[in-house]
């Protein structure tokens, strides 16, 4: 699989594309520029991936297993080839996860699932309940990739203290309709006492011009 690397040092940030996106849309959507800056002084260097949607929670004619089964598949190919791949290259031991959208679920998701790979997790404007791209089927290995579902039930007390160490950053806008979304999966977060900062800004803010705005302010932590 193909991926882009922007900076030469500084934390490592892992970028996920929106729904079915490839490995250049940040790149071509001015993302990547809105953090020039922050590239080129040496605070972080991103490692901009690819994405396997049409094949995972887009391949609507698959069962639900074999969609998840295909999201393991690749995180499997983060874990083992991209974040060796990304220490090899800076021995930076921070990352960041970022994406927004269906991006944003791929990012929080894989902090909830690594959160001793993770620093931080930022999320812009997220999906966090994966039933829609299940058919409502919530079983099996599904139901691991599902954090509306796995935070819910999650009662081991170690794993908990593991994602409370996570620093997790929830925006989106008070007009998008993924809103309320946010506001309930930070609600179940609240109820395992994982602290994390949800965000809502004014307007639709389910656009790239707003993404840009929210990356800039959350990505060296500010809230």
């Not at 609507?60 to 083992?80: F, G």
Request: glycine content about 8%; proline content about 4%.
């Amino acid at each position: 699989m193909e991926l882009l690397i922007f900076g030469h040092a500084g934390a490592r940030v892992l970028v996920f594309p929106t729904s079915m996106g490839k490995y250049y849309e940040w790149e071509d959507r001015g993302m990547v520029h809105a953090l020039s800056d922050f590239i080129d002084q040496g605070w972080m260097q991103l490692y901009c991936v690819d994405s396997v949607d049409k094949e995972s929670w887009y391949a609507r004619w698959k069962h639900p297993l074999d969609r998840a089964r295909r999201q393991t598949d690749y995180e499997n190919y983060l874990t083992r080839e991209v974040l060796p791949l990304s220490t090899s290259k800076n021995s930076n031991p921070f990352l960041i996860t970022i994406g927004a959208s269906f991006g944003a679920y791929h990012a929080v998701n894989f902090a909830l699932r690594h959160p001793h790979l993770t620093g931080r997790a930022i999320g812009l404007s997220g999906v966090y309940n994966m039933a829609p791209w299940t058919d409502g089927y919530g079983g099996g290995e599904v139901y691991f990739h599902n954090p509306v579902a796995y935070i819910a039930n999650e009662h081991d007390e170690w794993r908990i203290e593991a994602i409370r160490r996570v620093d997790l950053i929830l925006a989106t806008g008070r007009d998008d309709p993924l809103r309320s979304q946010n506001e309930e999966f930070s609600h179940l977060l609240w109820q395992k006492h994982i602290w994390h900062a949800l965000r809502i800004w004014d307007g639709w803010a389910h656009d790239w011009p707003y993404w840009k705005q929210m990356v800039r302010l959350y990505i060296g932590g500010s809230d």
